[in-house]
Each structure stands twice: as structure tokens, then as C-alpha cells.
């Protein structure tokens, strides 16, 4: 599977909207993007994934630029609660490797 | 999503014993994966447990220190064996749904402690 990078950390304001980048430059034409996030003291919880095309649910939106090499995971408008480690992964098979991921701070 | 139910959710052992950690899954399942998270540090991935068969071991883990059972497609146990305080850690069970929409589901994992 491609390997990922992300910033270490980040700070978001409360309210407004999170962007999160990740670079995956090996990325090879079967693997998918996951996003997860880890709260403190639980476990990850699945956010959003995506093939080629752009990808929006409930929780954020998932923007995949067109050579497929890095991606943006946006969180519309970032509450406390968002504050975690956010983990960029990318797989093109049934295991999930997990990089060291993003630290989002959300600051009132 | 589904229900995990991850035992012990967390333990205080004391060196050179063995603990046992079972995870029980609401409903079948093909895959299941353990994860160990050490002290500030990312997920890595121990095995992949296989029903009816033995677990695959990523690098760096061996059947001997973690002996893993996969009984039927609702429940697996990892075992940590002969433990030293550097096997502190957070143990994570994960299940693979075969939805399309979410790729893998996390219990909330043990929490272990060597002395």
C-alpha cells in the first residue's frame, strides 16, 4: 500500500471549516483514501473514503485531486468536539496500515 | 456499524504472565484484524485473524508472543504472552464489515499495563 503524509498538527478555530491535506504521491490506480479520526481513548472511527471522484457525507468531504497524488479532507464547520488525530490512509486491499496522522486542535 | 465488545477493557499485569483479550462482534464477519497502540504512537497493525485457520502475522510479530484464536466469524482472542512493561499498550480488535461505506470498525480497545 502507498505510504501518506501529513502535517504533524493543525489548529482550526471553532466554527470554521478544517482542511486537512495529505500527500500520496505512490498512490497505485486500485487504492482508496480513508479517513479516520481517534479521539482520546477510543478507538478510530471511520469518516469518509474515496476512489477518484470527490466524496461528501454527514460528517466531511473528501476532495481528491485529479492525479490522484494528494487529497484534502474538509470538515465544514469544526466544533470542539472534532479535536483528534486524524489518519489519512490509502488501500487497495482489506488491511488499513495507519501513518502517524494529523493533530487537529479546534480552538474556541 | 456494528457492536464490539472488547474484554478486558483495560488490565494492570505484572511481568512474565500472559493475558488474554477477546473481542465479540454482533454479527459475522470475514475479517478481523488486531492492532496494538503503544504510548503516543500511531496504530500498527499484529495480524489478521482468519477463521478456520491460522492468523497472519504482519513484520515484527510472531505466534509465540501473540497467539491469536479465531473460532467462528463472531469472536477472536489475542493473547499477550510472557508480557515486559514494553507490551504497555492500547490492544484494538477491528472488523471488516464488507460494506462499501466504512472499511473497517474499531472496538474501543484494552488497555493493558506490565509492571
Known amino acids: 500500500d502507498a505510504k501518506t503524509t501529513q502535517p504533524t498538527s493543525m489548529d482550526c478555530a471553532e466554527g470554521r471549516a478544517a482542511n486537512l491535506p495529505c500527500n500520496h504521491s505512490?498512490?497505485?490506480?486500485?487504492?482508496?483514501v480513508y479517513w479516520y479520526r481517534q479521539i482520546h481513548s477510543q478507538g478510530p472511527q471511520y469518516i469518509i473514503h474515496g476512489l477518484k471522484n470527490n466524496e461528501t457525507n454527514e460528517m466531511a468531504s473528501l476532495i481528491i485531486t485529479e492525479d490522484r497524488k494528494s487529497s484534502t479532507l474538509i470538515l465544514p464547520h469544526a466544533t470542539l468536539r472534532d479535536t483528534a488525530v486524524y489518519y489519512c490512509?490509502?488501500?487497495?486491499?482489506?488491511?488499513?496500515?495507519f501513518g502517524a496522522g494529523t493533530i487537529l486542535r479546534v480552538k474556541s | 456499524s456494528a457492536v464490539i465488545s472488547q474484554k478486558p477493557s483495560r488490565d494492570i499485569c505484572q511481568r512474565g504472565t500472559s493475558l488474554t483479550i477477546q473481542c465479540q462482534v454482533d454479527?459475522?464477519?470475514?475479517?478481523m484484524f488486531w492492532y496494538r497502540q503503544q504510548p503516543g504512537q500511531s496504530l500498527t497493525l499484529i495480524a489478521t485473524?482468519?477463521?478456520?485457520?491460522?492468523?497472519?502475522?504482519e513484520s515484527g510479530f510472531v505466534i509465540d508472543k501473540f497467539p491469536i484464536s479465531r473460532p467462528n466469524l463472531t469472536f477472536s482472542t489475542l493473547t499477550v504472552s510472557n508480557m515486559s512493561p514494553e507490551d504497555s499498550s492500547i490492544y484494538l480488535c477491528?472488523?471488516?464489515?464488507?460494506?462499501?461505506?466504512?472499511?473497517?470498525?474499531f472496538g474501543s480497545g484494552t488497555q493493558l499495563s506490565v509492571l
Open positions: 477491528s472488523v471488516d464489515l464488507g460494506r462499501a461505506r466504512e472499511k473497517l470498525f
Open positions: 505512490t498512490i497505485s490506480g486500485n487504492e482508496y
Open positions: 485473524a482468519n477463521q478456520g485457520s491460522e492468523a497472519t502475522y
Open positions: 454479527s459475522q464477519v470475514t475479517m
Open positions: 490512509i490509502v488501500s487497495g486491499g482489506n488491511k488499513l496500515v
